[in-house]
T-cell receptor, first 113, second 114 residues
Framework: EAGVAQSPRYKIIEKRQSVAFWCNPISGHATLYWYQQILGQGPKLLIQFQNNGVVDDSQLPKDRFSAERLKGVDSTLKIQPAKLEDSAVYLC???????????FGSGTRLTVV | DQQVKQNSPSLSVQEGRISILNCDYTNSMFDYFLWYKKYPAEGPTFLISISSIKDKNEDGRFTVFLNKSAKHLSLHIVPSQPGDSAVYFCAASAGGGSNYKLTFGKGTLLTVNP
């Protein structure tokens, strides 16, 4: 079974620029999550999709972050404009059944300078 | 408000000894708990889980204990191996289906010395 694919692995941008991350979940996983992990902290949920509908985006900074999941498969997360405090690893995860937890991708490390 | 707390940022143990990683939670609605392991430059990987209807779950060298009255869980690794050196995250969820989402602690860096 292929894992959760994310790209790019690394990205360096200047503040006020825009950036986009892509995620392809495990085939058949209906639920997709985007998490932000700042250095020294645990992953924090940004947005949760069930198929192509948003279930929870309460912690997504909607003035600058947006996400979509077209056709209930791939997803993109966008930041526009980026701030220094957005420097973090952005993790995508998908799940099928609760007792198996999530499967995470390798993440995208974003550095905003 | 941190609902899942891992108060030890790091832990160092000798190879062959027991590693005990601790986690506390504050949300009484949490009913499912998981441990994840993370190596540098990789995403977290699922290690072991426990439902609130149990107080212990074992998988090989890994055992998770849950004390609901104390809102505390722990992960025991016996015997510890150098390959176990990683960051360990405790996570919890309340509810299933479309409400299934995990809240993570800050993690504990485990170093197993040869």
């Amino acid at each position: 079974e292929a894992g959760v694919a994310q790209s790019p692995r690394y990205k360096i941008i200047e503040k006020r620029q825009s950036v986009a991350f892509w995620c392809n979940p495990i085939s058949g996983h209906a639920t997709l999550y985007w998490y932000q992990q700042i250095l020294g902290q645990g992953p924090k949920l940004l947005i949760q999709f069930q198929n192509n509908g948003v279930v929870d985006d309460s912690q997504l900074p909607k003035d600058r972050f947006s996400a979509e999941r077209l056709k209930g498969v791939d997803s993109t997360l966008k930041i526009q404009p980026a701030k220094l405090e957005d420097s973090a690893v952005y993790l995508c995860a998908s799940s099928a059944r609760r007792n198996y937890g999530y499967t995470f991708g390798s993440g995208t490390r974003l550095t905003v300078v | 408000d941190q609902q899942v707390k891992q108060n030890s940022p790091s832990l160092s143990v000798q190879e062959g000894r027991i590693s005990i990683l601790n986690c506390d939670y504050t949300n009484s609605m949490f009913d499912y708990f998981l441990w994840y392991k993370k190596y540098p430059a990789e995403g977290p990987t699922f290690l072991i889980s426990i439902s609130s209807i149990k107080d212990k779950n074992e998988d090989g060298r890994f055992t998770v204990f849950l004390n609901k009255s104390a809102k505390h869980l722990s992960l025991h690794i016996v015997p510890s191996q150098p390959g176990d050196s990683a960051v360990y995250f405790c996570a919890a969820s309340a509810g299933g289906g479309s409400n299934y989402k995990l809240t993570f602690g800050k993690g504990t860096l485990l170093t197993v010395n040869p």
